[in-house]
C-alpha cells in the first residue's frame, strides 16, 4: 500500500486487483462488500463504517456534500488507487481561508 500526496490530490494505491465480479463502478455505489486487503476493512471498521462497501459509498456521499470531486478509483499498475481531489487547485487559497491564515499555517 502506498499513500502520495500532492499539492491538489491524495492517491491512496493498494497492492493486487478487485474481487472477482466486484467492479470500479460498483465501489461507488456500495451494493456488496468483499474486502481484498484486511488492513484497510480493519481500518474502515475501525472508524465506524460496518464494511468497506459502505464506506466508499459514504466517502462518495461526504466529497459531494462539501462541494468536492468525487474519488475517483481505477486499476492501476498491479493494484487499485483511488484519488482524492481538493476544491482549490494547487496554490490557490480555499474560500475559508485568507491570506494571512494560509501564511501562518504555512510557517
Known amino acids: 500500500m502506498s499513500v502520495s500526496l500532492y499539492p491538489n490530490r491524495l ?15 460498483a465501489l461507488k455505489t456500495g451494493d456488496r462488500s468483499l474486502p481484498v486487503n484486511p ?18 459509498r459514504k466517502m462518495v456521499e461526504e ?3 462539501q462541494g468536492m470531486p468525487e474519488p475517483v478509483w481505477k486499476k492501476q499498475t498491479g493494484g487499485v488507487c483511488v484519488t482524492l481531489r481538493s476544491r482549490t ?5 480555499p474560500k475559508e481561508l485568507n491570506a494571512r491564515k494560509s501564511l501562518c499555517s504555512a510557517a
Not at 488492513?39 to 466508499?56: E, K, M, T
Not at 487547485?89 to 487559497?93: D, V, Y
Open 11 to 25: 492517491e491512496i494505491w493498494s497492492y493486487g486487483d478487485l474481487p472477482l465480479g466486484l467492479s470500479i463502478a
Open 39 to 56: 488492513d484497510i476493512a480493519q481500518v474502515v471498521f475501525l472508524r465506524g463504517w460496518s464494511n468497506c462497501s459502505v464506506g466508499n
Open 63 to 65: 466529497f459531494k456534500g
Open 89 to 93: 487547485a494547487p496554490g490557490e487559497i
